[in-house]
Every structure is written in structure tokens, then in C-alpha cells.
């Protein structure tokens, strides 16, 4: 708890003694809400059994399941799309024409600063009645795409900035051209530092396909909603989703920040973007 | 002349759930930073727990259960406050993050010398710590704020008739095609780069020399 080192010192038997006054009373204080929100439930039927014991239900968990994998797939090819994608922006942003820097910046601005949704209605409302009509997943996918690829380029530029100066330096001393430096001395180096930043980045897309709510793509949040039309289990289903969603966020950052030590080191560059810590 | 009232009020009703998000987030993102770096473990924990439940809790999920869920509670509130509170939740669990690593950037040798000479807590807070975590909290509020007025267009999904709910519905009742969509976007990339931009002025105008 480096935050505690900076703001307190050692306690001392005074001090120790009032930490541990507050210590029970807090815990004394969490535990009346927490009975209190039992109670309240209890109160309103949301506890009776039938309603929580419907996730021991194998076909609930078939629906919810295709849910699942609609969300893996949509999340899964987004990614693979918006990787690439981010990267390209990223050399584009840096690049020493002009015009391209010019272009790239321009994208990456516009795209980091529109709404995902705003996207989605657009492939959903306006692009069909100009001749793109693709299926629903693609109307959910492509915004996802367009969006999370302007966040993954800054990412990716993150990454690049954070490398020392003398890589560029040394390479520009070989000889070696704007291209050749970027492909065989800053690029390979920058993807080893943001590898775990792109986990991360895969938690937030994660969280964009629930967009497939609004373009009636089948994903986990539609099913879900899906599945209450027929239960009337309203808070029950949608907790369990939240559940869902949090553990699996969780341990994919979980997981980028071991894999954060594991590559780079305990002394690891920041990847920042909009002075956000991304790992 | 009507179209023009509508959007009026779709772009009010988009800055008002920007501007009553943050600010809910600022105070619950205080509070749970408050608790992070109190000296009482269960608080610690609590505010652990607030922070990843929420940045790892999609915004349309939490939006459900606020407008679907808390009805069979018993509680009903009015979907412009259903969206405003979802975006107070989630944007706390941000701002508490951007205050906490704000006070970590300061170096603890800092700290221990402003106790040193003798200042209180509250002093040492005052004159020491907060002025320098300041500068580095700026940029990451900024975009705490940047992700609220994005946040707000999913209110949509709820029919609050907010700026992306009225582009939509805008489009499908006339012909007006990407025009209306593009006029939108255009309306969030401004006030996002001045979000920025006032942001790294007002960095700026309180750096102080390290």
C-alpha cells in the first residue's frame, strides 16, 4: 500500500488503538446495510427460490450459453479487426508524410471522440438504405472496430514513445530508413510493451459488444433480456449477467497485469493513454 | 423550427447527464479513494471491491438493472436519472482510480519531508501532497469526463431523449440520411477536444516546478 506509506506514517498505541475502533465500527456499520439489503429483498420476494434456482436450469444456461458464444465470437473478430487496425493508425500517426500523419490523426480524433451507439445506428438505420446490409453481427462488429481501433493506435503509440530514445537514435545511425527503423528496431520492441495493454483493451471491447443490445444482435446482454420476457426474473438474470461480465473483466486484468511483470519487468514503462495508466 | 427545439434539448438533456455524471463520479470516485487509502482495512477492501466491480461492469448492464431490475424493488426512478446515476457508479470507480494514482505519483520522500518539518496531516495534504498530485489527476479526470458525454449517448438505449436517442429517431422518421448522424458526431468530437483542451490548459496553469 505505497498510498498509505506516502500519506501516514508507522501508527503508534494511540493511533493503533483508534484504527481498531474504526475497524468494528465499520464492520459493524457494513453488516447492518448488508442485512438490511437481504431484508429488503427478502421483503420484495426477490429471494424466494424459484427465482435464483432457475441457473440450475440446463436449458436456461443453453440459452444464455449461445448468448456466451455470440459475445466470444463478436469480441473475438472485433479484436482481430481492431489490432491491425490500431497498429496501421499508430505508424500512420508517426509517419514522416505529412498527409498521412495529417489523415491518421484526423481518424483516430474523430473516432476516440464519437459514440460506439452512434455507430451502431448508423450501420443499423442509415447504411442499409445505401446498399450496405450486411448481417446484424456485422452491424454490431464494424462500429466496435472502428471505434476501439482509434483507442488501440494510441495504445500502440503509447507504446512506441515509451521506448528509449536511444533505439531510434542508434537505428537512424545505421543507415536505416524511416521504414526499416519502424519495422525491424521500434515496432517489434513496442508490440512486446503493449501486449499486456492490448488484454486490457480486450476487456473494454468485451464491454462494447453489450452494444449488440441496441442492434438486436443475440449477444450475452440481448439473450439475457431475451430470457426475462419469458421468466419475469428481472433482477436475479440480469445480476448473474453482471456477474458474469465483472469476473471475466476482472481476471482478463488480472491477467494483463501479470503478464505486465512477466514481459517487461517490475520497472516497466507506463502505457498511458489520456494520461490513464492502461495496464 | 420545432427540429431545431428538439435538438436543443437532446443536446441539453446530452451535457446535463455529462455534467451531473462527473460530478457524482468525483464525489463517489472521492469517497471510495478516501476509503482506499484510509488507514481501516474493512474500507480499504469495500472501496477494492467498488472500484473493480465497476470498471469491469459493462455500462448497458448496470443500465438494465437500473431500469428493469430496481422496479421489482419497488424503487421506480425516472430513466434520466436511471442514466445519470448508472454514469455516477461507473464514472466513481474511474475518478477513484485517477485520484488514487494522482497521490501515488507523488514521491513518498516528499511526504515524509513535509511530516518531518513538523506539518499536520491535514497541512502536509494541503501544501504538499495535493499540489503536486493535482497536476498529474487532471489528465486522467479529463478523460473521466470525455468518457461520461460518451457514456450519456447510451441513455438512448433507454429512450432519455438525449442527443444520439434524437439523431436516431431523427433518421428514422425523415429521410435525413448520415447527414443528421454526421452533424452528431460532429457535436461530440467539439466538445471532447474542448474537454481536452481546457484540460491541458488548466494542467498547465497549475504544474508546479519539480
Same mark, same amino acid.
Not at chain 1, 7 to 14: A, R, S
Not at chain 2, 19 to 39: D, E, K, T
Given at each position: ?62 440459452? !444464455?450459453?449461445? $448468448? ?9 473478430? /472485433?479484436?482481430?479487426? @481492431? =489490432? &491491425? #487496425? ?89 543507415? !536505416?530508413?524511416? $521504414? ?9 520492441? /513496442?508490440?512486446?510493451? @503493449? =501486449? &499486456? #495493454? ?82 | ?210
Amino acid at each position: 500500500m505505497s498510498v498509505n506509506n506516502i500519506l501516514f506514517d508507522e501508527p503508534g498505541p494511540k493511533a493503533r488503538r483508534r484504527i481498531l475502533i474504526g475497524t468494528i465500527t465499520t464492520l459493524i456499520v457494513f453488516l447492518a446495510i448488508l442485512i438490511l439489503l437481504l431484508l429488503e429483498f427478502a421483503k420484495k420476494g426477490q429471494l424466494e427460490p424459484e427465482r435464483w434456482l432457475q441457473f440450475t436450469d440446463f436449458y436456461v444456461w443453453k440459452f !444464455l450459453g449461445e $448468448g456466451i458464444w455470440h459475445t466470444v465470437k463478436a469480441a473475438t473478430v /472485433a479484436m482481430l479487426g @481492431v =489490432i &491491425p #487496425a490500431g497498429a496501421i493508425l499508430a505508424m500512420g500517426r508517426i509517419s514522416e508524410r505529412r498527409i498521412i500523419r495529417w489523415l491518421a490523426t484526423a481518424y483516430i480524433e474523430a473516432f476516440r471522440s464519437t459514440p460506439m451507439l452512434l455507430l451502431v445506428y448508423i450501420f443499423v438505420g442509415v447504411l442499409p438504405s445505401f446498399g450496405f446490409n450486411p448481417e446484424v453481427f456485422w452491424k454490431l462488429v464494424i462500429p466496435i472496430i472502428l471505434g476501439a481501433s482509434a483507442i488501440m493506435a494510441e495504445v500502440f503509440r503509447a507504446g512506441i514513445l515509451a521506448l528509449p530514445k536511444g533505439q531510434s537514435e542508434a537505428a537512424s545511425a545505421l543507415g !536505416l530508413s524511416h $521504414g526499416q527503423k519502424m519495422r525491424l528496431v521500434i515496432f517489434p520492441q /513496442a508490440l512486446k510493451l @503493449v =501486449i &499486456p #495493454a492490448l488484454i486490457t483493451q480486450m476487456v473494454s471491447v468485451l464491454k462494447d459488444t453489450t452494444l449488440g443490445y441496441a442492434a438486436s444482435y443475440p449477444e450475452l446482454l440481448k439473450s439475457a433480456a431475451n430470457l426475462t420476457t419469458y421468466t419475469g426474473y428481472l433482477i436475479q438474470t440480469y445480476l448473474v449477467i453482471a456477474l458474469l461480465y465483472v469476473a471475466t473483466n476482472f481476471a482478463l486484468s488480472k491477467f494483463a497485469h501479470w503478464l505486465e511483470e512477466k514481459l517487461n519487468g517490475p520497472n516497466h514503462p507506463q502505457i498511458k493513454v489520456g494520461g490513464k495508466v492502461v495496464v | 423550427m420545432n427540429n431545431l427545439a428538439v435538438f436543443g434539448f437532446a443536446i441539453a438533456t446530452t451535457l446535463a447527464l455529462t455534467g451531473i455524471g462527473f460530478l457524482g463520479s468525483m464525489v463517489i470516485g472521492g469517497l471510495i479513494a478516501v476509503f482506499r487509502v484510509s488507514p481501516i482495512k474493512p474500507l480499504q477492501i469495500f472501496g477494492g471491491i467498488y472500484v473493480e466491480i465497476f470498471r469491469n461492469m459493462p455500462m448497458l448492464c448496470l443500465l438494465m438493472i437500473m431500469v428493469f431490475g430496481l422496479p421489482d424493488m419497488g424503487i421506480t426512478l425516472p430513466l434520466f436519472w436511471c442514466a445519470a446515476i448508472t454514469m455516477m457508479l461507473l464514472g466513481g470507480s474511474f475518478a477513484a482510480e485517477a485520484l488514487r494514482s494522482g497521490i501515488n505519483s507523488v514521491s513518498v520522500g516528499n511526504a515524509e519531508a513535509a511530516r518531518a518539518i513538523g506539518l499536520s496531516f491535514s497541512q502536509s495534504l494541503r501544501y504538499v501532497i495535493l499540489p503536486q498530485a493535482a497536476t498529474a489527476m487532471v489528465q486522467p479526470l479529463v478523460t473521466v469526463l470525455i468518457g461520461q458525454l460518451m457514456g450519456s449517448s447510451l441513455a438512448a438505449t433507454i429512450s432519455v431523449h438525449e442527443l444520439t436517442y434524437e439523431t436516431q429517431l431523427y433518421n428514422l422518421n425523415n429521410a435525413g440520411g448520415l447527414t443528421i448522424f454526421a452533424i452528431a458526431s460532429v457535436f461530440y468530437i467539439t466538445v471532447s477536444l474542448s474537454f481536452g483542451w481546457l484540460g491541458a490548459r488548466l494542467e498547465n496553469k497549475i504544474r508546479m516546478a519539480r
